[in-house]
């Protein structure tokens, strides 16, 4: 966990928000019930959770990118929140195939707001069809508070609605796992 830390943490930071945290806690919490959750540069792991998938220390890579995120309370929806850090999970995850995680294959009926891994391959759709910036003006937006539906618009051209219309006719992506 600690040399994933070291690993992605640097990069995370180095592309959305350089000043992040320096000072950031570990804490395998008996009491916590949950999978990971992050608050003021402390992550609160399961250590039930990572004694039940010991490869699945990109865990950390998710939460950590939460850190690097800082977003005020409110200034963005969480679905596009943890979108966004299993996005920097899938770019930027050191074990994610022997941890047996991946983005998965588009249904019919999925929605971007159902959050996580959904959102983060919508996510890598936006950039490998022309907008490799999105992500980065998304989190910057996110984190100043200028987040609006707009943006989208703004972005691309398009309507979240029509990006994601777009997306479910023609859901193809090129994935590479780490």
């Known amino acids: ?3 994933a830390f070291f690993t992605v943490y640097p990069q995370e930071a180095k592309r959305f928000n350089k000043q992040t ?12 019930k949950g999978v990971a959750a992050t608050d003021h540069g402390i992550v609160d792991y ?12 990109d865990v950390v890579t998710h939460e950590v990118m939460h850190i690097v995120q800082a977003y005020p309370n409110g200034s963005a929806p969480g679905w596009l929140t943890e979108g ?3 996005y920097a999970r899938y770019v930027y995850g050191v074990n994610n195939q ?13 929605s971007y707001t159902n959050s996580y891994r959904i959102m983060a391959r919508f996510l890598v ?39 994601w219309a ?6 193809a992506v090129q994935l590479v796992y780490r």
Do not use: C
Request: charged share 25%; no cysteine; aromatic share 12%.
């Open 84 to 86: 966004i850090a299993d």
């Open 98 to 110: 022997a941890g047996n995680w991946k983005l998965p294959d588009y249904k019919a009926g999925q």
């Open 125 to 163: 759709w936006l950039e490998q069809h022309g907008h490799p910036k999105v992500v980065e003006k998304l989190d910057a937006a996110a984190r100043t508070r200028t987040y609006t539906p707009a943006i989208w618009q703004q972005q691309t051209g398009k309507t979240l609605d029509e990006l």
């Open 1 to 3: 966990m600690t040399e």
């Open 21 to 32: 945290r320096r000072r950031v806690v570990f804490f395998v919490n008996p009491a916590y």
């Open 46 to 57: 399961s250590p039930k959770w990572l004694r039940e998938r010991p490869e699945d220390i």
């Open 166 to 171: 777009a997306y479910a006719a023609s859901p």
